[in-house]
């Protein structure tokens, strides 16, 4: 009798996610993040997404692996949420985490109590009150704001202090300019250049805050 077992190889993308579950469920830190769900929402992103299908099939271990980050991190790819997301990077499949992803981890896992991320622009009225205080931001929702000059993140600590951090636009666009897909004409500072505009003040502002792994793993 042989001893040698059968390796399977997976027919498509949806069994290619089902050999992640083992451990998926290893390295879960938090059980709002449910495997069948996640499972259900990734092959959601996958059919809508040719070119991200085809990466994945290509790259089925980055595919794995992202599957598994989001246990391991503990976040949702509910499309509702608009916290993460799949995406096709460098001929791979990455977790890609969206700022509102950043804050909802930091808050969950204690390193805030609140948090939110803003954009100014030229017709805004914007004072900074300094870093330990929330900035004064006023302006028209329904008028013209002009183009945007900056944006800013405050966060509310455990302790109840504010901390915010603010960039200048071109703060932004320096860092912007070093990405690999930005320079291919492709990517999210491409598509939605507003989401990475505030996702890069909060990745700054995060360095201010208390020290939490979830958090970390997640930046």
Same mark, same amino acid.
């Not at 498509?12 to 469920?25: C, P, R, S, T, Y």
């Not at 608009?82 to 909802?104: E, F, N, Q, T, W």
């Not at 302790?159 to 912007?176: C, F, K, P, Q």
């Given at each position: 009798? @042989?001893?040698? @077992?059968?390796?399977?190889?997976? !027919?498509? %993308?949806?069994? =290619? ?8 469920? %290893? ?5 709002? =993040?449910?495997?069948? #769900? ?12 040719? *070119? ?5 099939? !290509? %790259?089925?271990? +980055? ?12 976040? @949702? ?9 799949? =995406?096709?990077?460098?001929? #791979? ?15 969950? +896992?204690? +390193? ?20 330990? #205080? &929330? ?5 028209? &929702? ?9 944006? *800013? ?17 071109? !703060? ?13 004409? @492709?990517?999210?500072? $491409? ?7 505030? #996702?890069?003040? $909060?990745?700054? &502002? +995060?360095? *201010?805050?208390?020290? =939490? ?7």
């Amino acid at each position: 009798m @042989s001893n040698v @077992s059968t390796i399977i190889e997976p !027919a498509n %993308n949806q069994q =290619v996610i089902e050999m992640a579950k083992g451990d998926f469920l %290893n390295v879960a830190v938090d059980n709002q =993040v449910v495997w069948q #769900k996640e499972c259900n929402f990734a092959l959601q992103l996958l059919r809508a997404n040719k *070119y991200l299908d085809d990466i994945a099939w !290509a %790259n089925t271990e +980055s595919l794995k692996n992202a599957i598994v980050n989001i246990s391991a991190i503990g976040i @949702s790819l509910n499309p509702a949420l608009k916290h993460a997301y799949l =995406v096709p990077r460098d001929k #791979k499949v990455c977790l890609d985490i969206s700022y509102m992803g950043l804050l909802h981890l930091a808050c969950m +896992s204690g +390193s805030i109590m609140w948090g939110q991320a803003k954009i100014v622009r030229e017709n805004d009225e914007y004072r900074s009150l300094g870093i330990d #205080k &929330a900035p004064r931001h006023e302006f028209n &929702a329904f008028g013209d704001r002009g183009g945007i000059i900056g944006t *800013y993140c405050t966060v509310k600590t455990c302790d109840g202090d504010y901390l915010t951090e603010e960039m200048s636009l071109n !703060a932004v666009y320096d860092i912007r300019d070093r990405s690999m897909a930005f320079k291919k004409n @492709s990517g999210p500072w $491409v598509t939605d250049p507003e989401q990475m505009i505030r #996702k890069t003040v $909060v990745k700054r &502002a +995060s360095s *201010y805050w208390p020290k =939490v792994e979830r958090l970390d793993s997640a930046i």
